[in-house]
């Protein structure tokens, strides 16, 4: 790759006009699933949603809400999404709101790649880069509901085109232009923000050009800002419970197999379930199939994306000098160099930073991206077009997935948002998963209760985002908190399996632990069915449910 190469790439050429019409009919399908099913949520969307319920609330003096909640004012790292989300629900309806930041984070997330590419290489080759950018659309974190994460990814293409077109001829009023949209970055999640930092000073140091100084002086002062609030942050959270690097999963640093583990842990894309297979971790779920089989392993993404990617950088090698005489020669030397760093955290580095989780999956997503401006795509050989066809399969294969999901979500969000209109405004109401078995490792189960309370705008004791300290929201005093935690312990006994054998082991110390919780609660919404849950229960709550649906069942209090 030479300083001119973008220009002289020998890929097959498509029109702005064309890739753009091959993008809208290949999101077509992402688009029908998020406004064709009714209660398709992601698993962390009720959530954000009921958070951004709750500072309505505070705001229009509701004191009910005013008892357990109050508002933190500082300028946070995820205030954005919440006050996004707290804008649009002030007058649109809640689930309209939670689709048009779903297609905002999938369709609007992928529409963006595909743009990065262009302003960075062109036209050529860019084709390719459709169903790229519609399996990181469909992927698992965006299935999870990460919104605030998603939506400061957004500006990740965004400032780095900025700075690649601006980079030999930076000044004063373009570094101010950089510096405001890392602020409007980091108001939306630390992480996306800090990569972009990182990857301008890559970038600035090692991209060759003109103005050397001037790029490196003004880079530096657009992102000292950020990186002031950053610091800021970082030192206010440090000595939080956790606040450290943790590699969880690593059983030995020391051991080569618990490496190999390790490294095969972090998957950004794929939802199922893996075991280990011969040392290898694979999946064992195939779309609208119930059982499970190590067999359709072959619809797994993740394996599909890697060939493909491995045969492009080949075919980019080809006919080129060799690797030090190319990454020398080439203007886009600085984006290797930071693939390479954010490949090698995202498989070597910590698995979450305390408070923050899902780390290395992120950093791999960010790989990827930075690997966009690098992959060459020439028609002409074979390998090429092979890798063509296994992004074009592993995207059918995500967006399959991504259908059964929504399917399966939408039968049990129904069934908990039907309890909503039984629930009075202001009611305290917790929810107990009693059967928490879930077909993919994503799901919307764990936190439907907070739809619940969105839709009812009732209080939910299951709201673990005042816990913490980056969160907009807060507890009003000790006993909201205490009582929270104790749901929360509920559930996470409940998860453990672990419960019925904690209760009958020690019936008075289990009533303690919980007697908060259920004293303060009206109604107890219980997902599944066991006789020693429910006789222990009738302590606080009627022996018979006012409303019953599917595995849903809501018992008021005595």
């Known amino acids: 790759m030479s300083s001119n ?18 993008f809208t009919i290949a999101s077509a399908p ?13 698993q962390d969307a009720p959530f954000h949603l009921y958070n951004a319920e709750i500072s309505r609330q505070l705001a229009a003096g509701h004191q009910d809400f005013a008892k357990i909640y109050s508002s933190r004012g500082a300028l946070l790292p995820y205030i954005g999404g919440h006050e996004m989300l707290y804008f649009l629900q002030s007058f649109l309806p809640a689930r309209l709101v939670d689709r048009l930041i779903m297609t905002i984070t999938s369709v609007g997330f992928a529409a963006a790649l595909v743009w990065f590419r262009q302003r960075l290489v062109g036209p050529a080759g860019l084709a390719l880069f459709v169903p790229l950018s519609i399996l990181i659309a469909g992927s698992r974190l965006w299935l999870l509901g990460l919104y605030p994460f998603l939506l400061g990814s957004l500006f990740v293409p965004i400032i ?9 001829d930076l000044g004063p009023v373009r570094a101010l232009v950089l510096a405001a949209l890392l602020l409007f970055g980091y108001v939306f999640h630390i992480i996306s923000t800090a990569v972009i930092v990182v990857g301008l000073a890559v970038l600035a140091l090692l991209t060759p050009g003109n103005n050397f100084r001037r790029r490196l002086l003004w880079t530096a002062a657009a992102s000292v800002p950020v990186i002031a609030l950053i610091l800021r942050f970082r030192s206010a959270t440090v000595h939080s419970e956790g606040s450290g690097l943790n590699w969880i999963g690593l059983d030995n640093a020391r051991s080569i197999t618990s490496w190999l583990t390790y490294l095969q842990d972090p998957d950004f894309l794929s939802i199922s379930f893996r075991s280990s297979v011969l040392g290898f971790l694979l999946p064992s779920d195939c779309p609208f199939v119930e059982t499970p089989s190590q067999k359709y392993a072959i619809f797994w993404p993740v394996l599909w994306l890697v060939i493909a990617l491995l045969l492009l950088a080949r075919c980019t090698l080809a006919n080129r000098p060799s690797a030090g005489s190319l990454l020398r020669q080439s203007c886009y030397r600085g984006w290797f160099c930071f693939a390479v760093v954010l490949l090698a955290l995202g498989l070597f580095g910590p698995s979450d930073v305390g408070e923050g989780s899902i780390l290395r999956e992120r950093l791999l997503l960010f790989a990827v991206i930075a690997m966009v401006p690098l992959v060459r795509f020439q028609w002409g050989q074979r390998m090429a077009r092979v890798a063509a066809v296994l992004l074009w399969f592993s995207a059918i294969a995500q967006i399959a997935f991504v259908y059964d999901y929504a399917s399966r979500a939408n039968r049990i969000a129904s069934d908990f948002v039907s309890v909503a209109g039984k629930i009075s405004s202001g009611q305290r109401v917790a929810g107990a998963l009693v059967n928490t078995s879930t077909h993919y490792l994503v799901s919307p189960l764990p936190n439907l209760i907070d739809q619940v309370g969105v839709e009812s705008r009732a209080i939910i004791w299951n709201n673990y985002g005042p816990n913490y300290s980056y969160s907009p929201v807060a507890f009003a005093n000790d006993e909201s908190s205490d009582t929270t935690n104790e749901v929360l312990w509920l559930n996470e006994v409940l998860i453990s399996d672990e419960a019925e054998s904690l209760a009958e082991a020690d019936p008075e110390q289990w009533v303690k632990n919980i007697d908060l919780g259920m004293s303060e609660t009206d109604v107890l919404v219980v997902w599944g069915s066991a006789p020693w849950f429910e006789k222990l229960n009738e302590r606080w709550f009627e022996a018979e449910p006012f409303f019953e649906r599917g595995e849903l069942r809501a018992f008021r209090r005595r």
């Open 30 to 42: 992402l688009l029908l699933a998020i406004w064709c099913f009714p209660w398709f949520l992601t």
């Open 160 to 168: 780095l085109a900025l700075w690649w077109k601006w980079r030999n």
């Open 5 to 22: 190469e973008s220009s002289t790439e020998t890929a097959k050429p498509t029109s702005g006009l064309r890739v753009w019409l091959l």
